[in-house]
């Protein structure tokens, strides 16, 4: 069994005299001061848990520990000479010094370290931010020339498609002159030829009525016309006019209009697909003076035969129909012929108007293309414009941080200084604080 006493104060005086028996049954070793070797070694031992720059500072650091702690002792001596006070250092005082070393050295040390990362990193986000910047730079760089080309395959579509888009003007305007002309053409090739068909339609009735007065024909009819031997004069007329229509110049004697009806269905077929457009002016003539007659009527022949009746109506229309015919015919020709030409401008505009097509067509195509190029370029614009935007905020900030960044790296290296000196001055403020308690000013 072993008991461990301090000799320091009145305790163990007062405890010895009160147990004598810790005086007279033990054996008391007394152990003196540790020696500075032991010091020293005790002090490595406890300083290896921390991390020094080397073994020399470690070493430089336990000497000097030992150093403090053995010249204490001086101290205490001066200040029972002076002050008539004792005061003690024990080894728990050196084992007190290395752990408040410890403890002061890791705090300061750490806070050191945590202002220097902070700093650290902060640095290092301005060196990314100025890289970045650079990097920014670069591609504003590459943006910016890729706007130029832009801009400049821009302008010369604009350009190409002003100039195509002036000639499908040209050929444009044109073309409404050449449509507006050849409508005029057609409108007036359509007034002609309502012009003539009304004319014509005056006609009309009277073929009608001589085709009528053909088909009220019968051979039975044109038999009993033609076995008459003394037909009424009026008869004569009718027969004479028929065959002047059908070109007999001279002679119209009965015998001879027998012999035209001498087959009466052949002769009705004649008188039927008799070509009513086109008489001669001279048979015509030769017939008016009939047909001026006052007698020469159907009403007047019907009293004298049905078959010279209808012969008579159908000479009157006939002559009627090729009278107003004649007169219609220059319009339907000068109809015709405006109608013609206006078919020929037709088709002339209509190759006209695919010209204009293709060119139209082409300036929208083209137009798109521009379109589309206009796009492209202020996309590429607009990303200039961003990155450019991007950079001057990046740049004012790198440049208002310009100064903090060089206070910084100082900062940084003043502390990692401080994080060095830190070791001594710890050391220092250590032994202070662990020895300097009972001495007075």
Known sequence: ???????????????????????????????????????????????????????????????????????????????????????????????????????????????????????????????????????????????????????????????????ESGAAQIEEDAAKIQADATNALAAQANETKAAANKELEEAVPAMKEAEDAVACLEVKAIQELKSLQNPPPDCLLVTKAVLILRGERKNHAWNNAQKMMGNPKAFLDQIKSYDGDN????????????????????ENMLKKSSAAANLCKWVINIVRYNSIFKKVKPLMESADAAEKLANEKLAELQIVLEKVKVIVDKVNELKQKLDEANTEKQAVVDNAEKLASQLGLANRLVNGLADERVRWMANVAAFKLERLTMIGNALVSAAFVSYIGPFNS
């Not at 520990?65 to 728990?92: E, G, K, W």
């Not at 945590?114 to 902060?122: A, M, P, V, Y």
């Not at 730079?137 to 395959?153: F, G, N, P, S, Y």
């Open 279 to 298: 008489i001669d002016e001279k048979l015509l003539g030769d017939v008016a003076p009939i047909l001026a007659l006052e007698n020469f009527t159907y």
């Open 1 to 163: 069994m072993g008991l461990c006493f301090s000799p320091v104060g009145e305790a163990f005086r007062k405890r010895a005299r009160s147990f004598p028996g810790l005086i007279n049954n033990t054996s008391i070793d007394w152990f003196h001061e540790w020696p500075e070797d032991a010091l020293v070694g005790v002090a490595n031992r406890f300083l290896k848990e921390i991390e020094f720059p080397s073994d020399e500072l470690r070493e430089s650091v336990s000497s000097h520990m030992a150093f403090v702690h053995l010249s204490i002792s001086s101290a205490n001596d001066d200040f029972l000479r002076q002050c008539r006070r004792y005061n003690y250092t024990t080894p728990t005082s050196f084992l007190e010094l290395i752990s408040f070393y410890k403890n002061l050295l890791g705090t300061k040390t750490a806070k050191i370290t945590d202002q220097i990362s902070r700093l650290e990193i902060g640095l290092e986000t301005m060196n990314t931010t100025t890289t970045q910047v650079a990097e920014l730079q670069k591609l504003l760089d590459v943006k910016m020339v890729e706007v130029e080309v832009k801009k400049e395959a821009t302008d010369k579509l604009i350009d190409v498609v002003s100039a």
